[in-house]
């Protein structure tokens, strides 16, 4: 079993900054993939950014030069650090691990095995 907290989410304004974090339980924190997902009212939820125990990373184009994904396995954590943020970034943001990685980071919310409550960011134009 898996829990995840996130916190981090908030107002701000676009063009600014924000720092995701997500704290996770277990002792095989380190072994699994980690996902960062958003989801917008009335929209599906969809991939943001993913990172593998050895810190290979994956993007949405999206958020592709914006957004980065990190980790620290030593304390089981996750960062979502968003940078240049846009009016359409404002979602719930979810933090997901997926516990039987493949050599690709996967993308889909359906691959994903444990899920955080989530954290709302909104963008302000």
């Known amino acids: 079993q898996v829990q995840l907290v996130e916190s981090g989410g908030g107002l701000v304004q676009a063009g600014g900054s924000l720092k995701l974090s997500c704290a996770a339980s277990?002792?095989?924190?380190?072994?699994?993939?980690m996902g960062w997902f958003r989801q917008a009212p009335g929209k599906e939820r969809e991939f943001v950014a993913g990172?593998?125990?050895?810190?290979?990373?994956s993007y949405a184009d999206s958020v592709k030069g914006r957004f980065t994904i990190s980790r620290d396995n030593a304390k089981n954590m996750v960062y979502l650090q968003m940078n240049s943020l846009k009016p359409e970034d404002t979602a719930v943001y979810y933090c997901?691990?997926?516990?039987?990685?493949?050599?690709?980071?996967?993308?889909?919310?359906?691959?994903?095995?444990?899920w955080g409550q989530g954290t709302q960011v909104t963008v302000s134009s």
């Open positions: 990172i593998k125990r050895n810190d290979r990373t």
């Open positions: 997901a691990a997926d516990v039987r990685p493949l050599l690709l980071i996967r993308t889909a919310a359906s691959d994903y095995d444990y």
């Open positions: 277990g002792r095989t924190f380190s072994s699994h993939a």
